[in-house]
């Protein structure tokens, strides 16, 4: 009905040819003038218009006038060669101000129809319009089976208002329209003027990283890698349809694969963004009238494109190699350093002989012979400084210390330490040991070794079910983060180092994952060599070994377990992470960092207090309650001062809360002193206490202020700062204070503790580099992108992947082997600190 409305309305007015339509044989050809002709013309079918067409050429502007009753098309030829591409860049003009209609330019090819409207009205955020008299586009070029080719392309210039409007027309080649390899080209855009360009992979090439550069931060613009087709999608509106795409301000870079594209080429498009706020720009004013036009100002960008060579194959084998590497070579010194301890013990069991300073019950004296089974003795200088430190009104003296001992035979039970407390002292007996001014181990070491080994093995066992179904999940949600960026091309998704970021199958960044491998190898070969000693210690007690009994600080092996494990699921998680990395899983990397964080303070005072450690139960759901902060902060902390507040009267009153706790180990309840503590047990009575747990509260209640100050975006690392600076203040206490009690620190563990701390040094400073953060835009973020600095493979994130692991694993051997010199001293000559 159409074509023979059309035909009826060409016959009507004019015997002749059709006023209305230009003719070109050819079906075809009548249908897209008729539709021309409804969409352009001034009123119904049948009215007429003049139609002039003209022979137009390439780098000529013509300056001419259209109304509703004319209309003009020029037509162009040029020559296609198979071998050589050349754009062909349309460039228009529009005179007049204030227009009743626009111009609509419609450009006719071979294999595509192109058309604009000039004023071209670009939408921003919230629907504004920006109108832009400017336009410049550039025509695909349809590929070509013949050496050399004449096309013919048409630009139809019609408009629906009866005023006279002045426009401009130009027509020129695009001598650069294909780019070179390794060749940097300079070019202009804007909104209204998009430019892309042709690139073809030479022979031997299969991967390439295009980069797009710009001195400018604003405006902002989008970078796109799209397949050899027409039409091209190169505004603002309709960039995000096909292929691959990301913003930028300063930097942007795409790595490319040869299998993705057929035709083995592909277009760079770039285009500038009508507004600024997806890269982190300033919010324009917001229009008063819905149809208000507002005047967008010069947002014209320069930029520089440039296509290199990605890395080869090789280079991935030898990333991989390097990696494996590095932490084989751990395996194989912990090897040499076993066999070497196991020569050293030989030899040590061949020559040993009881210590001089044994106490009657490790010489087998029957006088008190329980007391050398339970391992509680009290040395003569302990109890005085009980006695004197306490009322006498307990009659502390007078108590036999059989009454406090309890059989190894008599302690064996399936019931849960927690259920059934295993020492049968009444209450008044706890507080004066443990209220004692100089505490030994001995006197916080009563409990039955195999009831706290089970205690302590529910930390292992607890922290492995809660690695698998945290784990699961994470894994499941990552991959579908892959396929979504995979699939819609949409590389604002994720905050990856795009200079070095290495693909690999579905995997956008390789390298980052493989990073991750020192986490779990480290993490496994912890948990070998504390398998190790946890046989070695079993044996000698099987043996009945009296160091193993009664000498050192007491072999509990069930954190050590859980402190292995949570290393192997940080380098898991980490790598989930980096499958794509962004805003709303960065918990992911970090969960696991608190577990370590807090596993290791549990440790090192379960090295002195181990009845009195807290249960597996316990320390879970406070690290729980920790990661649902964490989850808070990064949803709602930005910028909201309630949750800063509510967290810092939290964070203060915990400190307290725990300050009082670790003071009076326990004996007190809801803030009120328990009555067995007299006035004499004044706050100055545990000094070295005090003076740990005062640095303690300095340090948390300034870190509880800057975060209410400063209220920092990256929540879950402010709050892994929190748990870094507790952990390391302790340690360093726990250190001073073994030195200060006469104690001294073994080669090897002097050893880890330098290369720790050395490594640790340089591990914080390629974490600090910052190569993206999701703080910010993902146009922000890829500002900070850099180079691969590794073997071409690796960047500064993967080295902090590879360093912090190391000295994870170093601070675990250190935590494993600093009480070793008081593997021969008796319990009751270690003091609690």
């Not at 070793?820 to 609690?832: E, F, G, N, P, S």
């Amino acid at each position: 009905m159409l074509l023979r409305s059309c035909w009826k309305s060409r016959h009507k007015n004019s015997p002749g040819p059709a006023p209305c339509c230009w003719i070109r044989p050819g079906l075809a050809a009548l249908l897209w003038l008729c539709v021309t002709q409804l969409a352009c013309g001034t009123g119904a079918v049948g009215e007429t218009k003049n139609v002039v067409q003209k022979d137009a050429e390439f780098d000529v502007t013509y300056n001419d006038t259209v109304t509703s009753e004319n209309q003009t098309i020029y037509a162009f030829n040029h020559t296609v060669s198979r071998n050589k591409t050349e754009g062909v860049h349309v460039s228009v003009d529009v005179l007049s101000q204030g227009l009743e209609s626009p111009i609509l330019f419609v450009v006719r090819q071979k294999q595509a129809v192109l058309s604009f409207q000039v004023p071209l009205i670009l939408r921003g955020l919230y629907q504004r319009k920006y109108p832009y008299n400017h336009v410049g586009r550039t025509l695909c070029q349809p590929p070509t089976r013949a050496a050399s080719e004449t096309q013919y392309f048409f630009v139809d210039v019609s408009t629906l208002s009866s005023q006279g409007t002045n426009y401009q027309l130009r027509v020129s080649r695009v001598e650069s329209f294909t780019l070179q390899t390794d060749k940097k080209f300079t070019f202009t855009a804007s909104p209204s003027q998009p430019q892309y360009f042709k690139y073809v992979f030479p022979d031997g090439v299969d991967t390439v990283i295009v980069k797009v550069n710009s001195d400018m931060n604003f405006p902002c613009s989008v970078m796109s890698i799209q397949d050899i087709q027409c039409p091209v999608y190169d505004l603002d509106n309709n960039v995000a349809f096909i292929g691959m795409y990301q913003t930028m301000t300063k930097k942007g870079a795409i790595t490319v694969q040869r299998k993705d594209f057929p035709s083995n080429s592909f277009y760079v498009v770039v285009v500038v963004k009508t507004e600024d706020e997806a890269c982190g720009g300033p919010l324009r004013f917001y229009p008063l009238r819905p149809d208000e036009l507002i005047d967008a100002g010069n947002r014209t960008k320069i930029l520089d494109v440039m296509v290199s060579p990605a890395i080869d194959s090789k280079v991935y084998v030898m990333g991989m190699l390097f990696c494996l590497g590095i932490f084989f070579s751990f395996y194989l010194l912990t090897f040499l350093v076993a066999c070497m301890e196991n020569k050293r013990m030989k030899k040590r069991r061949e020559v040993f002989q009881i210590p001089a300073d044994m106490s009657p019950a490790e010489t087998g004296n029957p006088a008190t012979s329980s007391d050398a089974d339970n391992g509680s003795t009290l040395s003569s200088e302990a109890i005085t400084d009980s006695a004197t430190s306490t009322d006498n009104n307990y009659g502390y003296m007078e108590r036999s210390l059989d009454s406090v001992g309890r059989s190894r035979q008599e302690s064996l039970s399936s019931v849960e330490e927690d259920d059934y407390d295993t020492l049968d002292d009444i209450n008044s007996d706890k507080n004066i040991v443990r209220t004692k001014k100089f505490l030994c181990v001995s006197d916080l070491a009563r409990k039955d070794k195999r009831v706290l080994s089970k205690k302590y093995q529910i930390y292992f066992w607890n922290i492995a079910t809660i690695a698998v179904f945290y784990a699961l999940p994470v894994i499941q949600l990552v991959i579908t983060y892959q396929t979504v960026v995979n699939v819609t091309g949409n590389q604002d998704i994720c905050y990856y180092n795009f200079l070095c970021a290495h693909p690999l199958g579905a995997l956008s960044a390789f390298n980052n994952i493989l990073s991750n491998l020192g986490y779990v190898m480290l993490g496994l070969l912890f948990l070998l060599i504390v398998l190790k000693r946890d046989i070695v210690h079993n044996r000698a007690l099987v043996r009945n070994d009296l160091n193993a009994l009664e000498c050192g600080i007491p072999k509990h092996f069930g954190l050590f377990y859980a402190m292995g494990t949570a290393l192997m699921m940080e380098g898991l998680l980490s790598a989930c992470y980096h499958v794509c990395p962004n805003y709303t899983n960065f918990q992911f990397d970090t969960s696991f960092m608190y577990m370590i964080a807090g596993l290791c303070m549990l440790k090192l005072y379960q090295k002195r207090h181990p009845d009195i450690n807290a249960s597996a139960y316990t320390a879970y759901a406070c690290l729980a309650a920790v990661i649902f902060f964490s989850v808070l902060g990064v949803v709602f902390g930005k910028g909201n001062t309630v949750f800063w507040i509510v967290f810092s009267v939290i964070h203060i009153l915990a400190t307290l809360l725990l300050s009082t706790q670790l003071y009076y180990m326990g004996r007190w309840r809801f803030g009120k002193i328990t009555s067995t503590l007299n006035t004499d047990l004044s706050l100055l009575v545990f000094q070295d206490r005090m003076v740990l747990l005062v640095m303690g509260n300095i340090v948390n209640w300034s870190l509880a202020a800057y975060g209410l100050i400063e209220r920092p975006n990256d929540f879950a690392s402010y709050l892994l700062a929190i748990a870094i600076c507790n952990l390391l203040l302790y340690f360093a206490f726990y250190i001073i204070m073994k030195l200060r009690s006469g104690e001294r620190i073994q080669c090897l563990a002097l050893v880890c503790i330098l290369f720790t701390a050395v490594v640790w040094g340089f591990a914080l400073y390629f974490f600090f580099q910052g190569l993206s953060t999701w703080q910010k835009t993902p146009a922000e973020s890829r500002e900070h992108n850099r180079d691969c600095i590794l073997l071409s493979f690796f960047d500064d994130h993967d080295i902090w992947h590879f360093l912090s692991s190391i000295a994870m694993f170093g601070s675990f051997l250190v935590l494993l082997t600093m009480d070793d010199d008081l593997d021969t001293v008796q319990r009751d000559k270690i003091y609690v600190f």
